[in-house]
């Protein structure tokens, strides 16, 4: 099966860097995904790393480590608007339907 | 359509009652998924419809949960008996076959209540 763990939430200040680090167990990967869902809204696709390293897109990077079963999720010049909740997501095995698996979450507080 | 829709977007219903959930995805989307998320929670698998194929109904909590869709297309997702620990919102989202690398398109979701 598949199991993810993430912070359960971080503070950060407006204009900083914040991190958000998501480590899985899988049998066989097929792939992370990150999404974002501010409150009462639908969770929105941000990013997918299917190989190591960085993958970029504005002020959102997200990267994977396949041997270390690890992930993160980099915002740069926070804003306000950026507070919201962030799921990471693996995919289970094609036998399995290919479904996505979400962690439980970290929520996320900018702060003036 | 331009996005999923999903409708009702809050339904309050008496415990014991059956409740039915719409999902409308994004037209030429033949995977479908329905989540459910409870407050302040992460999204928990319900079921999966892709194309013709049987659907992967390995999340549905109990007998009482059950979906399907019609013409590849709309989907409905039917509880019945509803309890009070059915209370959360319940997601529907479509995407791409084979896109993986453009990720699923959310609804808004349907806010349950069981009183």
């Known amino acids: 099966g598949q199991s993810l763990e993430q912070p359960s939430e971080v503070t950060a200040v407006e204009g900083a860097i914040v991190q958000m680090n998501c480590t899985y167990q899988?049998?066989?990967?097929?792939?992370l995904s990150w999404y974002q869902q501010h409150d009462g809204g639908a969770p929105t696709f941000l990013s997918y790393?299917?190989?190591?390293g960085l993958e970029e897109t504005g002020r959102f990077s997200s990267f994977l480590s396949r041997s270390d079963s690890y992930g993160y999720l980099l915002l740069q010049e926070l804003q306000m608007k950026d507070s919201a909740s962030y799921f990471c997501?693996?995919?289970?095995?094609?036998?399995?339907?290919?479904?996505?698996?979400f962690g439980q979450g970290t929520e996320l507080s900018v702060k003036p | 359509g331009a996005g999923v829709s999903q409708s009702p977007s809050n339904k309050v219903t008496e415990k014991g009652k059956d409740v039915e959930l719409r999902c409308d995805p994004i037209?030429?989307?033949?995977?479908l998924y329905w989540y459910r998320q409870s407050l302040g929670q992460g999204l928990e698998f319900l079921i999966y419809?892709?194309?013709?194929?049987?659907?992967?109904k390995s999340g549905l909590p109990s007998d009482r949960f059950s979906a399907e869709r019609t013409g590849g297309s709309v989907s409905t997702l039917t509880i019945q008996r509803t309890q009070q620990e059915d209370s959360a919102v319940y997601l529907c989202a479509s995407s791409q076959t084979g896109k993986q690398s453009y990720g699923y398109t959310f609804g808004s979701g349907t806010r349950l209540t069981v009183v």
């Open positions: 419809f892709q194309g013709n194929s049987a659907p992967d």
């Open positions: 899988t049998s066989g990967f097929y792939g």
């Open positions: 997501a693996v995919r289970a095995a094609p036998a399995q339907g290919g479904k996505l698996i």
């Open positions: 037209s030429g989307h033949t995977a």
């Open positions: 790393n299917a190989l190591d």
